[in-house]
């Protein structure tokens, strides 16, 4: 069974740092995408960043661009978003979702994704 389960949320200043993890069990991340995605208080889920089964291949949303990176390590079958400069528009609940393998290259959209974790709350506030 595919599950992830995300960690590394917390309370952090306008400009601060985070580090989320996605820990993987029951597949090989060499063989799925995995997507980041938020959803803040009475506002739609939304794409922040994925990682691909190709190699090199990532996608950011406009909002996190330059700010937010994604990794894979593969060794400790996780996957990492690196956050930095955080604004108060960052807060939301954060999940990671692993896509349907049937796709080639990762995308933001949440309906090729199968398997979602619980999600860990990132809060921006001063």
């Known amino acids: 069974q595919l599950q992830v389960v995300e960690s590394g949320g917390g309370l952090v200043r306008p400009g601060g740092s985070l580090i989320l993890s996605c820990a993987a069990s029951?597949?090989?991340?060499?063989?799925?995408?995995i997507g980041w995605f938020r959803q803040a208080p009475g506002k739609e889920r939304e794409g922040v960043s994925c990682?691909?089964?190709?190699?090199?291949?990532?996608y950011y949303a406009d909002s996190v661009k330059g700010r937010f990176t994604i990794t894979k390590d593969n060794a400790n079958n996780t996957v990492y978003l690196q956050m930095n400069s955080l604004k108060f528009e960052d807060t939301a609940v954060y999940y990671c979702?692993?896509?349907?393998?049937?796709?080639?290259?990762?995308?933001?959209?949440?309906?090729?994704?199968?398997?979602w974790g619980q999600g860990t709350q990132v809060t921006v506030s001063s």
């Open positions: 990682i691909g089964k190709t190699a090199g291949w990532s």
């Open positions: 029951g597949f090989n991340l060499d063989l799925y995408g």
């Open positions: 979702a692993v896509q349907n393998p049937a796709y080639l290259y990762c995308s933001g959209y949440a309906n090729v994704y199968d398997s």
